[in-house]
């Protein structure tokens, strides 16, 4: 019997493929993280974090916190940042004193004296149960250093806002809101120049006409 002889592939031709292959698997394994809007059709989240100055919602399910590979700074970062820096997680009364889990559908958070003069910007990211994206507010520290760090915060995880994650389908809002895994912080900030008082500013003053006349002194 005859058979059809076919073309031994060449190793050159097995490793282009290899190489062909192994980029799509790492092209579908890291799709790029997008980011969206905290309000839509039949929903609005952005107010679920008191005194809060904006809301986003990312495609990214994990909550990474590792310097080299934070979530939040993938693809251009939450709210067109990508140098946030990890603070930690809250506790159960809303402070940086240790993290805590299952916070539940509410509750409350104060962060005053961890950023008093500071100016920049402080996110806390929500994160609910696999499968469900992050929800990041974030809070703009003014040129004085100073804003709102405290107030009150009801779950973001809501439906419609998350009917469409792989969780969920559309049918079973029955099952929201949902709960509250873990809030982190994070922050992207500068230290808040602190204006010198009058006296202060008239101590220096003083100072500048001494040294004045003493190199006067010196040249005669």
Known sequence: MFGLQT???????LAAALVLALAGWAGA??????????????????????GSDGC?????????MDPG?????????????DTWDVWGELDK???????????????????????EGMIGQVMLVFKSSA??????????????????????WTTPFTCPAFHWNTVYAANQCARFPKK??????????????????AAGLLLLGGLGVLGFAKRRRKAA
């Open 7 to 13: 073309a031994k592939p060449t190793a050159t031709a």
């Open 29 to 50: 394994a890291q799709a790029a993280t997008t980011y969206s809007s905290c309000s839509g059709t039949g929903y609005d989240i952005s107010s679920a974090v008191a």
């Open 56 to 64: 986003q919602i990312s495609s990214a399910t994990q909550d990474n």
């Open 69 to 81: 590979a934070m979530t939040v700074n993938q693809d251009g970062g939450f709210f067109g940042t």
């Open 93 to 115: 009364n809303g402070q940086l004193e240790g993290a805590a889990s299952s916070f539940g559908k509410s509750g409350s958070f104060d962060l005053s004296s961890y950023f």
């Open 131 to 152: 499968g469900t994206s992050l929800v990041g507010f974030v809070f703009d520290l003014d040129a004085d250093g100073m804003t709102t760090l405290s107030g009150n």
């Open 180 to 197: 509250v895994s873990h809030i982190s912080v994070y922050a992207n900030l500068s230290p808040a120049q602190v204006p010198l008082p």
